[in-house]
């Protein structure tokens, strides 16, 4: 008997010849060939799973009489134009779509399905019984009879069944692809790939934060794996030798288990090696067990870093996303805490969130860092999700959204492969709404790079937070005014000046970040980007100088006088630790205050430290970590240290009289 070849496609992102395993569509896989009546009748072809070109997709696909797609926004022009080119080679194959890029909203689905009218089904929800039954009436094509589906029928007619109403669903009838042997013929034939590894411990998401997909689409379950299988899976990791696994769960932790997983997953690390790390998604509202699951981690050398999530400290801009965040206070001993134990952080922040003003997003900024996050914050374009409540168009006019659209780009990405082409993929973002309009949108944006910049790149990080802690200066006051400048600070208002016609670009519909030929031919964060220049094109020590004009000038408005050399000498000491290429010695520096000793011990949350005049030598070691060119600085200093922040050399106090 002639099997039914069916095709699966899913396209993740690829970094390094490192690939991701194609998860959602071996789910499929596994789940049919558990529960076909008669699954000898199809035969799997081996999936697509990285970006490939769509001639060499259509080669690959071009026998199959079934062929489904998994589509999300990062992969869904690419994945759009291979079913295209494989309808015109095979116009008999069968075309599925299914993936969060899926339009819930039946309008919207029929107009898709019209405008693309090569493919034939599009899947709504979760699809391994939809695919099943798919599958089940390919011969007969009576698609009526599985739910959760549109499509428009022989007669032109969009048709969209009922949803499957599965509240009764074991989410653990679906065998795990892993164990099941899915992805033992992918890997054998790609002996060469590194795999990292997409795993789902839960599905289900409590919350509805109306940026989001997760929340907005589910029944606010969470459905959970048995432990006995996860357990196993992991085994599975170890033995197969895979070094990263991402966490696909919407809030770890959010389980009492949740720590007895990752301690598991230690367990191996220790045993075997592997995995060597382990991604999670904090929930929001378990602050113990974050902080527990991220120690483990941590010591077991496992973490890249800890998300500290608020989005927006902004009380109405909260209600308006249907957001509730930990309180300041529990943020502030999470991150004394995790400071304590030398554990990074990175806080996010969704720049162009509803409600949000220029005066309430830099306020908001200024008190994350004055409550302890001084490793990170990411300021993220806030983008719209066609599934999710922003992306209704009710949700749109009534917070006046300015959307624009834009290729995605992977910051750090290759230009080679990120470069603008025809199918490059796209998002939908805002750039302006009813309280933050355009012209304010671009002040904010510039707000988010001179932070990074001077703070989190810690080109300044001694000085200002030693006026903080010392002055009670604000955050606030010190960011805003290095975005106004002065006259006498040209290198500062040039930095500035990029900044806005950066944000304008983007405005535009242009690229989120900065191309660079010459810096690796990689796509920069425009702070990094500017953080090179100023180093490679020789301006950094005028910086410094400028930047001194700024703080005094700020501190005069305070009405406050420093002490003598104090804020000259952290601006110094900031300056000579910032790491750079070409150093064959260390350097001892004399300081007239224990300028050194006191930063860490604010960083760690010390209330009780206190700068102290003396005779202080400082030696900054520049030969530990060498770096012999500036690509190899680039790389290892300004992109590897983006997440860890480690732009700054190691310092020992070596003589104190």
């Not at 399905?113 to 599958?135: K, M, N, Q, W």
Request: proline content about 4%.
């Amino acid at each position: 008997m002639i099997k039914e070849r069916v095709g699966l496609v899913q396209i993740n992102n690829s970094f390094s010849n490192q690939n991701y395993f194609p998860l959602s569509v071996g789910l499929l896989q596994s789940y049919a060939m558990a529960y076909l009546k008669n699954p000898s009748d199809f035969q799997f072809l081996l999936p697509i799973y990285k970006n490939v070109a769509p001639e060499q997709a259509v080669g690959i696909l071009k026998d199959a009489s079934i062929v489904a797609f998994s589509v999300y926004v990062w992969n869904e022009r690419l994945s759009l134009e291979i079913a295209a080119a494989l309808k015109q080679r095979s116009p008999k194959t069968l075309i599925i779509i299914g993936g969060p890029s899926v339009h819930e909203d039946r309008g919207k689905a029929q107009a898709f399905l019209r405008t693309h009218p090569y493919v034939d089904i599009l899947c709504h929800g979760a699809g391994e019984e939809v695919f099943v039954s798919i599958l089940e009436n390919f011969k007969t094509k009576r698609w009526q009879k599985v739910s959760s589906i549109s499509f428009i029928d022989k007669e032109g007619k969009f048709i969209s069944t009922p949803c499957i109403q599965s509240k009764t669903f074991d989410i653990n009838a679906i065998p795990s692809p892993y164990l099941s042997g899915v992805f033992d013929p992918l890997m054998a034939a790609n002996p060469d790939e590194t795999w990292l590894a997409l795993w789902e411990t839960n599905r289900g998401c409590p919350f509805s934060c109306a940026y989001c997909q997760w929340g907005y689409n589910t029944n606010k379950k969470i459905y959970s794996f048995d432990t006995e299988r996860l357990h196993r899976e992991i085994d599975w990791f170890s033995g197969k030798r895979i070094e990263f696994i991402y966490c696909c769960d919407a809030n770890y932790g959010i389980l009492p288990r949740d720590i007895d997983i990752v301690n598991y997953v230690v367990k191996n690390k220790i045993k075997y090696g592997y995995p060597k790390a382990f991604s999670v998604q904090n929930t929001k509202n378990s602050t113990e067990k974050t902080y527990k699951i991220q120690k483990t981690l941590s010591d077991a050398g496992m973490n890249k870093g800890v998300t500290m999530s608020l989005q927006s400290l902004n009380p109405a801009t909260l209600k308006a996303v249907n957001r509730q965040n930990i309180s300041t206070g529990v943020f502030q001993e999470l991150q004394n805490r995790f400071t304590a134990d030398k554990i990074e952080t990175y806080t996010d922040v969704i720049l162009g969130l509803p409600e949000e003003t220029i005066e309430s997003f830099t306020r908001g900024v200024a008190e994350i860092i004055e409550k302890g996050q001084h490793n990170r914050i990411q300021f993220n374009i806030l983008v719209i999700l066609d599934n999710s409540e922003m992306g209704q168009e009710t949700y749109h006019e009534r917070y006046g959204f300015v959307v624009r659209e834009t290729q995605i780009i992977n910051f750090h990405g290759g230009l080679t492969t990120d470069s603008v082409t025809e199918r490059a993929e796209t998002q939908k973002i805002v750039v302006g709404t009813n309280t933050m309009p355009p012209a304010d949108w671009l002040k904010v944006r510039a707000f988010g790079w001179i932070t990074a910049l001077i703070y989190f790149d810690k080109l300044l990080q001694i000085p200002l937070l030693m006026l903080h802690k010392r002055y009670g200066v604000r955050f606030k006051d010190i960011l805003e005014g290095f975005v106004r400048g002065q006259l006498n600070t040209p290198v500062i208002n040039e930095i500035n000046a990029f900044f806005i016609n950066k944000a304008l670009e983007i405005q535009n519909g242009g690229a989120e970040y900065c191309a660079s030929k010459e810096w690796l031919g990689i796509w920069w964060p425009a702070d990094e980007y500017i953080f090179i220049k100023l180093c490679k094109e020789g301006t950094l020590e005028k910086f410094y100088e400028e930047s001194k004009i700024l703080l005094f000038s700020l501190l005069k408005q305070y009405g406050i006088i420093p002490e003598t050399n104090l804020l000259d000498e952290a601006i110094l000491l900031n300056h000579e630790l910032i790491k750079r290429p070409f150093q064959d010695a260390d350097y001892d520096i004399e300081l007239s205050y224990n300028v050194w000793d006191y930063y860490r011990a604010v960083l760690a949350g010390d209330t009780s430290s206190r700068l102290i005049r003396g005779s202080y030598t400082y030696r900054i070691d520049r030969t530990t970590e060498r770096w012999s060119s500036w690509e190899q600085w680039y790389k290892e200093v300004v992109w590897y240290g983006n997440k860890k922040g480690a732009y700054l050399y190691t310092c020992s106090q070596e003589v104190h009289r």
